[in-house]
Nanobody, 115 residues
Framework: QVQLVESGGGLVQVGGSLRLSCAAS????????VSWYRQAPGKQRELVAG???????NYADSVKGRFTLSRENSKNTVYLQMNSLKPEDTAVYYC?????????WGQGTQVTVSS
């Protein structure tokens, strides 16, 4: 199985940027579809963006044009570049790796956008 560790979260002002990392061990992350989800206090976890094994990407409407996913296979890592951050982007961000019916989650990283 694959183990996932997210990093890169923090406190940023409105309009700022952060890059989240999802680093994998145990398996090659390039074999998995990888998605980022987020969960704000009192809200359900929602899909933010995903990248397939074939490197096709999809984004939630709320982040299109601001967030970008990429893979760095040499580091077994997927990145989520987040620009033009808004207060409504504040949440815990989770990385998910999927292969068939197997789903793996990281522990999450907090992103807080202050206005």
């Amino acid at each position: 199985q694959v183990q996932l560790v997210e990093s890169g979260g923090g406190l940023v002002q409105v309009g700022g940027s952060l890059r989240l990392s999802c680093a994998a061990s145990g398996r090659l992350l390039s074999m998995y579809d990888v998605s980022w989800y987020r969960q704000a206090p009192g809200k359900q976890r929602e899909l933010v963006a995903g990248i397939s094994v074939g490197d096709s990407t999809n984004y939630a409407d709320s982040v299109k044009g601001r967030f970008t996913l990429s893979r760095e296979n040499s580091k077994n890592t997927v990145y989520l570049q987040m620009n033009s951050l808004k207060p409504e982007d504040t949440a815990v961000y989770y990385c998910n790796a999927t292969w068939g019916s197997a789903h793996y989650w990281g522990q999450g990283t907090q992103v807080t956008v202050s206005s």
